[in-house]
């Protein structure tokens, strides 16, 4: 572990290199900053390490780099010393090992001797100690690997070194306590011991009590106090006979300032401050006496990259993927995947905004369990999943969240309560909840028994918290009377509703308006478009049509499509409140495409379109005068509704007067006779 300078005279002098040590988090950190901040872009990025001079004997010096190493504000820990590094990460293994190892040192090299000519490395000492790191990051797999490097510089005129000894060797005890006294001061003033600094004393150093240290800034104003200076580091080295790493760049940089002021006789204490057993030592410190030549141009010879655990000139590696919890391994992974679009594809998409957002699904049936499985496949982390159904046994071929096992239990298992479960099966890092619930319906009387009407109320209550307490409404029931509360409830409440509806070979997804005082157009709801009252849909009907008879892919393709709808309407700037763009030819302001208000699909046909519709000033969901007798009433307007016929709605929003009047039109339409015509 041992880099020789060649030097003239009978003295040799060693100096012992860093080895890296580098806390996992630093790769992991790395992962996250990869995708949220360096993109595709390999060129160098500015990171931050320390090391300590207080090592226990017989360990090599350590150069440590933790998981806050991205973060250039952090100050290293106590008893450690800072240094300045950057990071080449790699996006190919090909780049890698393809990539100009010579230039990259050279490049350092550079800039470690522009901060020594601009003075810059006085000022801040500790960008004499550097050091960068090749790496590549397989990020799927959590594998990488990397090669750190510690330029430092080999002088051209040799360098002789008259004394090596331990600081024991050559002043008392007495003045070893002043010393420390001395820098623990200086430590003091300074905030922390910096890793580069003076030590000033009247006469030789070692033979005097009268001590103080000084930043590097303060050499001429020591020179002309003539004071003695004895330039003092920081020295991670624990061998009694060598010094460490960081004492190559120093000697350059006194080389370069002050060498000829000094005739070439340079005195140098490699502090090492060490504690064990409760008494603090400082004697197995050395000191050198160095004789170096003015530098004024760039040293030619650089060093400094690590070997291998073979002790080999060569890359390391580590694999963390096995070390690491794996639902934090599968919660990694599927955010890569999501990185990935915005990575390269879409770098505008705004990530956080989706998967923050809490999901209500009202239908744990055919459209609720491939609507969650979409939602996963976004990042969505909180998921309510609600039903009151069984899961029967025609359900798994088509409900892609149960299986066999769950309908072939007694009656079946509830719906809602299973597909939750999946989904943390699916992947642990979902936050999913399913809720046995039934959703009042108008034409379904509640029958006026305290009990039933108590818990009828308890139902409603229910989900006015649902809704409430979640961003996007997903309405995905089999019959239309279901959506009215929910649609009414979220109207008030002014929460996005998607609404996903099928046929036998048509599908419809759209999004509900949103009451805004910011717009005055409100695009309709689901029941905008009638002009009947919700009623019992499946009262005196057959089976077939009282059941969700659909082509299987059907489903598939509305619960994808109302997936995506969402997500692209998170994207838009307006948010909820976005324009239909009706035509997949215009330009989106969405970064991920139009948002139409409503997608009708026709298998028959192969045929979509994009209607847009706007707000029914008579609509039985979402109208003022609905929404303000809710707001208004409350509870007993909405058992009013539950228990009365259909005209009750009708006849408040103003339908039943848009029948008399149609009727009374049709009524007065001229007749035609028999040797008349049009």
């Known amino acids: 572990l041992r880099n020789v300078i060649n030097m003239s005279g009978n003295t040799t002098l060693q100096f012992v290199p860093f080895a890296s040590s580098v806390n996992s988090g630093f790769w992991s950190k790395l992962s996250e900053n990869k995708l949220n901040l360096y993109k595709l872009d390999d060129s160098r990025k500015p ?255 650089l060093t400094g990259w690590e070997k291998n655990r073979k002790n080999k000139l060569g890359p390391r590696a580590v694999d963390l993927g096995e070390s690491m919890d794996p639902e934090k391994l599968a919660e990694s992974s599927v955010d890569l995947n999501l990185k990935l679009m915005k990575w390269r594809l879409m770098p505008a998409l705004d990530l956080d905004k989706i998967s923050s957002c809490k999901c209500l699904l009202l239908g744990s049936g055919t459209l609720g369990c491939n609507v969650a499985r979409g939602l996963l496949g976004w990042g969505v982390k909180n998921i309510t999943l609600v039903d009151n159904g069984k899961v029967s046994f025609s359900n798994p071929v088509r409900q892609t969240l149960f299986e066999f096992s769950d309908c072939s239990t007694a009656g079946g298992r509830p719906k809602a309560i299973a597909a939750a479960e999946r989904l943390k099966k699916i992947f642990p890092g979902v936050n999913s909840h399913g809720i046995e619930l039934s959703i009042p319906m108008p034409g379904h009387p509640v029958h006026k028994s305290d009990e039933l009407i108590e818990k009828v109320k308890s139902e409603v209550a229910t989900l006015e918290s649902l809704i409430d307490s979640h961003d996007v409404v997903f309405l995905l029931m089999d019959t239309r009377e279901s959506r009215w509360l929910p649609t009414l409830i979220a109207a008030a409440k002014t929460k996005l509703v998607i609404n996903a509806a099928l046929g036998f070979d048509s599908y419809l997804v759209m999004r509900h308006g949103v009451i805004s005082k910011e717009s005055t157009i409100k695009l309709g709801c689901y029941f905008c478009n009638d002009v009947v009252a919700p009623g019992n849909s499946v009262h005196d009907r057959t089976l077939d049509q009282q059941c969700t008879v659909s082509r299987p892919g059907v489903s598939m393709i509305a619960a994808a499509l109302a997936v995506e709808l969402m997500a692209s309407i998170l994207q838009h700037p307006s948010g909820s409140l976005a324009a239909p763009e009706p035509g997949s030819h215009s330009i989106p302001p969405s970064v991920l495409g139009p948002v139409p208000h409503q997608i009708r699909g026709f298998m028959s046909s192969n045929q979509v379109i994009y209607p847009t519709a706007q707000c029914f000033s008579k609509c039985t969901g979402c109208s003022k005068t609905v929404i303000d007798a809710y707001l208004a009433h409350g509870f007993n307007f909405l058992l009013d509704v539950f228990n009365s016929p259909a005209t009750y709605l009708e006849d408040i929003t103003g339908l039943t007067q848009l029948h008399l009047e149609t009727a009374a039109a049709e009524a007065d339409v001229l007749e035609f006779s028999d040797n008349e015509s049009v």
């Open 47 to 301: 990171v931050a390490g320390f090391y300590t001079n207080s090592d226990v004997e017989g360990l090599p010096c350590r150069h440590s780099v933790e998981y806050s190493a991205f973060d250039n504000t952090t100050q290293p820990p106590p008893l450690c010393f800072a240094s300045t590094g950057g990071l080449y990460n790699k996006n190919t293994i090909e780049d890698f090992k393809v990539c100009d190892k010579n230039a990259l040192l050279n490049k350092e090299g550079d800039l470690l001797w522009e901060a020594i000519v601009s003075r810059k490395a006085i000022k801040h000492p500790h960008l004499l100690s550097r050091f960068f790191v090749l790496s590549f990051s397989d990020l799927k797999k959590f594998k990488f690997t990397y090669w750190f490097s510690f330029p430092a510089f080999i002088h051209s005129s040799p360098i002789s070194v008259s004394s090596c000894a331990p600081i024991s060797a050559t002043a008392s005890n007495e003045f070893i306590t002043n010393l420390i006294k001395s820098i623990d001061c200086f430590c003091t003033e300074q905030g922390s011991l910096p890793g580069f600094f003076l030590i000033s004393t009247s006469n030789t150093f070692g033979s005097d009590e009268d001590i103080t240290s000084h930043t590097l800034s303060e050499f001429n104003s020591l020179v002309n106090q003539n004071r003695k200076i004895t330039f003092a580091f920081s020295d991670p080295s624990t061998l009694s006979d060598y010094p460490g790493w960081p004492l190559r760049n120093y000697l350059t940089c006194i080389a370069y300032h002050w060498a000829e002021k000094l005739k070439g006789e340079v005195n140098v204490l490699c502090y090492r401050d060490r504690t064990q057993m409760g008494k603090r030592n400082a004697t197995h410190s050395l000191v050198l006496r160095v004789h170096i030549d003015s530098v004024t141009e760039r040293p030619a010879g």
